[in-house]
């Protein structure tokens, strides 16, 4: 490996590691007021708080194994193979399929409210919500333990393969599992969620008693989420889609490439709050009261200090 090669994989490693931490700092605040404010609206019986609390929680994961990832990539062999290594890949891949399956019941409850508002009710009961919820965890822990601990998962290359399928694996089980996680973990959800956000584009658009703010703000959010899924979790999977039909040789381009596709998804641990939780007016002016009751009470505790 020449010098410059080795400068560039450094400078790669240094902002990814930047990137995670930036992550890290955001994202779990953002998060855990967003489980405030879900929890909130559950004791309402809103079942979409549900979906919203369980891809809160799903964000939190991958946002609390970031910084081991900053670890690994600081260098630390001592790490490969190890079974902290194997617990880390398990948050993060929960992550990865967790936050794409809950994004697709909100996309479908939503779809159900405003194209079938008469029907399909009891698809939208806290209840019901609650045990999809817990099925999704329960076979997003299996499908996990299969990818985590299936032997072509886990490298011991480079820190940057972050426990991923390479690339130039020639066994025809790895590609087809490359495969199946690009059409099972991309394309359905993807699919799903670009479909319920046209439906629910012209089920708003078609509704003459709402207003024209109203439409337009409807109308970014929908296109806000659908760009914001694609940036996140497309390239990633395009990669394994592109190494399930194609071999190539290993080499520290290929697995940059899969490293910074890995870094995008994070982003979607402080997307999912900006998108679902902030851009409404109702749950901003709730931050908002949160904060100053938060500042209130503690300026109340520090005069009874004094």
Same mark, same amino acid.
């Given at each position: 490996?020449?010098?410059? +090669?080795?400068?560039?994989?450094?400078?790669?490693?240094? *902002?990814?590691?930047?990137?995670?931490?930036?992550?890290?700092? $955001?994202?779990?605040?953002?998060?855990?007021?967003?489980?405030?404010?879900? +929890?909130?609206?559950?004791?309402?019986?809103?079942?979409?708080?549900?979906?919203?609390?369980?891809?809160? *929680?799903?964000?939190?994961?991958?946002?609390? +194994?970031?910084?081991?990832?900053?670890?690994?990539?600081?260098?630390?062999?001592? =790490?490969?193979?190890?079974?902290?290594?194997?617990?880390?890949?398990?948050?993060?891949?929960?992550?990865?399929?967790?936050?794409?399956?809950?994004?697709?019941?909100?996309?479908?409850?939503?779809?159900?409210?405003?194209? @079938?508002?008469?029907?399909?009710?009891?698809?939208?009961?806290?209840?019901?919500?609650?045990?999809?919820?817990?099925?999704?965890?329960?076979?997003?822990?299996?499908?996990?333990?299969?990818?985590? $601990?299936?032997?072509?998962?886990?490298?011991?290359?480079?820190?940057?393969?972050?426990?991923?399928?390479?690339?130039?694996?020639?066994?025809?089980?790895?590609?087809?599992?490359?495969?199946?996680?690009?059409?099972?973990? %991309? %394309?359905?959800?993807?699919?799903?969620?670009? %479909?319920?956000? @046209?439906?629910? @584009?012209?089920?708003?658009?078609?509704?003459?008693?709402?207003?024209?703010?109203?439409? +337009?703000?409807?109308?970014?959010?929908?296109?806000?989420?659908? =760009?914001? %899924?694609?940036?996140?979790?497309?390239?990633?999977?395009?990669?394994?889609?592109?190494?399930? *039909?194609?071999?190539?040789?290993?080499?520290?381009?290929?697995?940059? *490439?899969?490293?910074?596709?890995?870094?995008?998804?994070?982003?979607?641990?402080?997307?999912?709050?900006?998108? @679902?939780?902030?851009?409404?007016?109702?749950?901003?002016?709730?931050?908002?009261?949160?904060?100053?009751?938060?500042?209130?009470?503690?300026?109340?505790?520090?005069?009874?200090?004094?």
């Amino acid at each position: 490996m020449d010098n410059e +090669s080795t400068e560039h994989y450094n400078a790669s490693e240094i *902002v990814i590691s930047l990137v995670y931490i930036s992550v890290t700092i $955001f994202s779990i605040p953002a998060n855990l007021l967003s489980l405030f404010e879900f +929890s909130r609206q559950l004791k309402k019986k809103n079942e979409l708080a549900v979906y919203h609390m369980n891809l809160a *929680v799903a964000d939190l994961l991958l946002s609390i +194994s970031l910084p081991f990832w900053v670890y690994i990539a600081l260098e630390h062999p001592s =790490v490969k193979k190890s079974a902290a290594l194997t617990f880390n890949c398990f948050l993060t891949f929960l992550n990865y399929y967790g936050s794409a399956t809950f994004l697709c019941c909100i996309a479908v409850d939503r779809y159900l409210a405003i194209v @079938y508002p008469l029907r399909f009710y009891v698809l939208r009961k806290v209840k019901f919500a609650v045990y999809i919820s817990f099925i999704i965890w329960t076979l997003q822990l299996l499908l996990t333990s299969v990818l985590v $601990f299936s032997s072509e998962t886990i490298t011991d290359s480079n820190s940057s393969s972050f426990c991923t399928t390479t690339c130039s694996d020639n066994d025809w089980k790895v590609r087809t599992f490359s495969f199946l996680r690009f059409f099972i973990g %991309f %394309f359905i959800p993807s699919s799903l969620i670009i %479909f319920c956000g @046209y439906g629910i @584009y012209k089920g708003v658009m078609q509704n003459k008693a709402t207003g024209k703010h109203e439409k +337009s703000t409807v109308n970014k959010l929908l296109l806000g989420i659908i =760009v914001t %899924f694609l940036i996140c979790f497309g390239p990633y999977h395009v990669v394994l889609l592109i190494c399930s *039909v194609k071999n190539y040789e290993s080499s520290e381009s290929l697995e940059l *490439v899969v490293t910074i596709t890995g870094c995008l998804i994070t982003l979607n641990c402080i997307a999912d709050p900006l998108l @679902y939780c902030f851009v409404h007016e109702k749950a901003r002016k709730n931050f908002v009261n949160t904060m100053l009751l938060c500042k209130k009470r503690h300026c109340l505790c520090s005069n009874d200090e004094v």
